[in-house]
């Protein structure tokens, strides 16, 4: 049980300092990275329908659904190509799936720190600022009021850094409240059995 936990608080510390590490690399290079994300995302699709299409022009015998790929791979090439010459339109919508996953996680954020609250923590309080600052984090990238996409990607960027750091401090509470709750149950047991 122990290693679990300990597996566990080493799943969630990597996936923490992951958003960090997104977050400054889209807070650096804001740009570039939105458009290699889109470049990638094009081609593959592009790749992807060519294949399809290339793969039913092959066939000797169509069917109905040989006949759904070929549409499938039609629809895959022209969206691939539309993302790889109007990238803009998928920028926008960047903030508004990461602001969900934000939101998303600033809930469970909330649920950890009323756990804390039930653990008899004196300061899940913090936890639980942290959950409802990343909640308005999402809300306001979900929202978009800002005009320039790089000014957004940024704004995703500090997003993804406070996210990983407050994530690392409540976790690191959880798992604190959980060692120092083990301890006085050993010490419990101890006890009971010197008598």
């Known amino acids: 049980m122990a290693d679990f936990i300990k597996g566990l608080k080493v799943n969630y510390s990597v996936s923490?300092?992951?958003?960090?590490?997104?977050?400054?690399?889209?807070?650096i290079w804001p740009g570039t990275t939105?458009?290699?994300?889109?470049?990638?995302?094009?081609?593959i699709l592009l790749v992807y329908g060519l294949v399809q299409v290339a793969a039913y022009l092959r066939l000797r015998?169509?069917?109905?659904?040989?006949?759904?790929m070929l549409l499938l791979g039609i629809v895959f090439s022209v969206i691939g190509l539309w993302i790889l010459f109007s990238p803009e339109m998928i920028l926008m919508a960047i903030p508004v799936i990461v602001g969900i996953l934000i939101i998303i996680h600033g809930i469970h954020?909330?649920?950890?720190?009323?756990?804390?609250?039930r653990e008899g923590y004196g300061r899940w309080w913090v936890a639980l600022v942290?959950?409802?600052?990343?909640v308005c984090f999402g809300g306001v990238l979900v929202r978009n009021p800002f005009g320039a996409v790089e000014m957004v990607v940024r704004m995703i960027g500090i997003s993804l850094?406070?996210?990983?750091?407050?994530?690392?401090?409540?976790i690191s509470r959880v798992f604190k409240v959980r060692k120092d709750k083990e301890k006085i149950i050993d010490a419990e047991f101890v006890d009971i059995k010197d008598e």
């Open 61 to 68: 015998e169509r069917t109905i659904i040989s006949q759904g």
């Open 109 to 117: 954020n909330v649920s950890q720190a009323l756990e804390l609250h």
């Open 16 to 27: 923490a300092l992951v958003c960090i590490l997104a977050g400054l690399v889209l807070l």
């Open 34 to 43: 939105t458009q290699i994300v889109c470049m990638l995302m094009g081609s």
């Open 130 to 134: 942290f959950g409802i600052l990343t």
């Open 161 to 170: 850094i406070y996210d990983g750091a407050s994530d690392m401090w409540i």
